[in-house]
């Protein structure tokens, strides 16, 4: 039999609150001689996020064990011997089959949940556990978003110690080293809130409008922290070739979500932006040790990657995106890193390339990517909160201004031929509008004839008219 001592405190939502609460207090301000619990508690938790968001499973055994304890009684952490009651057992068990979850875990959780209730006015137990459920999972994706953004890497400093930040930085990359990343991208495909919503109301454990609405808030946040993750990690270190190639199926085949204040929804911005980390080289332009810290990011430094990723990308090489926006600001980016190779030394060139920028911003250019940009990618309101992105932004505007000023000429003198057009097809819209004036007039003449007919008939100058429309049938 499985001890029972494993799982106790396991009630999916102290444990993680707990080491929320901690992670993110020492990484936001530097706290001495606290190393030695930082190691204590990461490594407690490490098979936690390494199998991130995956319960402890259902157990036969310990099902029958749960039910004898109506009767017999059951060892509870903190309480001691307790005969349960019917009902709890019955919502440990429907818990249980909901999300796979250990029946004895199920329990636990039940009893955090009686205790919480006064804070959950007007819930019962079994809905205001659903709603610890949800809390935990969020609270440890959180403290795993804390720990990567801690690394040591390129983008930004956070504030704990020295020490601390090292620890985080070898812990995280054991994380990365098994699959973190790739465990991430998969829950991102797997999580469906249509889904969610069906199983709590099949298992009548949805509650309200506001139980409801804290429920899907909650699911959303945490797609929102996995996602944040990935993009932490990207700008911090860039990303492995496996992740990011990985991260590239995801994107193809996403189909745009509206946010509700319009535009693409922040889950898969913060997934574009890791994308757009990940193949970024622009470091080399802005610090003086540039060429030093490029060698070392992973679009470089393994062998093949940046040529198998050009290749994918190239419009004769890959597929067509689900959403070919994502796909043109993707080619976008690898474009510009390519110019930013060309300016680099030729031992930072890890395979020699002649026209591939080029076809790649033509490429992107050809699917739109700045009215993508414009009308999509702009519009959503948590760009504008999260200054790396806007710097990351920005970077690709200027870069593309400063290494193909050839391309923006050609896209100047495009537009200005583009404008010209338009002006010519709005004299000859005029024309149209008065066509169809005429047109009007003829058939309210022929419906009506009378004195009111004749009176507009009479105000319409015939003769300019034919010479408009024969000016127009010589022209064409």
């Keep these: 039999m499985m001890d029972r001592e494993l799982l106790k405190n396991e009630d999916m939502w102290s444990p993680f609150k707990e080491l929320q609460s901690f992670v993110e207090g020492v990484v936001s301000q530097p706290i001495h001689g606290v190393l030695q619990k930082v190691q204590e508690v990461l490594r407690k938790h490490k098979q936690n996020f390494l199998t991130l968001l995956k319960n402890p499973p259902k157990n036969s055994q310990h099902r029958e064990e749960l039910r004898k304890g109506i009767t017999e009684g059951i060892m509870l952490p903190g309480i001691g011997h307790q005969t349960l009651s019917k009902e709890i057992v019955d919502e440990a068990i429907i818990i249980s089959d909901m999300y796979d979850l250990n029946e004895f875990v199920a329990l636990d959780l039940l009893c955090t949940a009686q205790q919480r209730m006064p804070h959950h006015p007007g819930l019962p137990r079994g809905l205001v556990a659903v709603l610890l459920y949800y809390d935990g999972r969020r609270a440890?994706?959180?403290?795993?978003?804390?720990?990567?953004?801690?690394?040591?890497g390129i983008s930004w400093t956070v504030s704990s110690t020295e020490e601390v930040t090292r620890y985080i930085t070898r812990y995280t990359q054991e994380l990365m080293d098994h699959g973190v990343i790739n465990r991430i991208l998969g829950l991102l495909e797997t999580m469906d809130l249509t889904s969610e919503l069906e199983l709590l109301q099949q298992n009548r454990a949805i509650g309200g409008p506001r139980h409801q609405r804290q429920i899907l808030d909650m699911f959303q946040d945490i797609r929102q922290g996995l996602a944040d993750t990935v993009y932490c990690w990207a700008a911090q270190c860039g990303l492995p070739r496996e992740p990011t190639f990985r991260l590239m199926g995801v994107l193809k085949n996403l189909k745009i979500e509206d946010d509700p204040a319009g535009g693409i929804d922040s889950v898969t911005l913060a997934l574009e932006m890791a994308l757009l980390y990940a193949v970024d080289l622009s470091i080399i332009q802005k610090r003086e040790d540039g060429e030093d810290v490029v060698k070392n990011l992973p679009l470089l430094a393994e062998a093949d990657f940046l040529r198998e990723l050009v290749r994918e990308l190239t419009p004769s090489g890959g597929q067509v995106w689900q959403c070919t926006g994502l796909?043109?600001?993707?080619?976008?980016?690898v474009s510009l890193s390519l110019a930013t190779l060309r300016r680099a030394p030729q031992n930072l060139q890890p395979f020699a390339f002649s026209e591939e920028d080029e076809i790649l911003v033509d490429s992107a250019i050809e699917l739109n990517v700045f009215d993508f940009l414009h009308q999509t990618f702009l519009i959503n309101d948590s760009l504008y909160n999260e200054a790396f992105y806007l710097q990351r932004l920005h970077t690709l505007i200027t870069d593309f201004i400063m290494f193909m000023?050839?391309?923006?000429?050609?896209?100047?003198?495009?537009?200005?031929e583009t404008a010209r057009t338009m002006q010519v097809y709005m004299q000859w819209l005029k024309i149209d509008e008065l066509i169809e004036q005429e047109r009007q007039i003829r058939h309210m003449m022929a419906s009506r004839a009378g004195v009111?007919?004749?009176?507009?008939?009479?105000?319409?100058?015939?003769?300019?008219?034919?010479q408009m429309t024969s000016n127009q049938d010589r022209q064409q």
């Design 140 to 152: 440890l994706v959180y403290a795993l978003r804390a720990l990567v953004q801690a690394r040591n």
């Design 327 to 333: 796909q043109a600001l993707t080619q976008f980016a």
């Design 405 to 416: 000023p050839f391309k923006v000429k050609e896209l100047r003198n495009r537009a200005d």
């Design 452 to 466: 009111l007919g004749l009176m507009l008939h009479s105000t319409y100058n015939h003769d300019l008219m034919e």
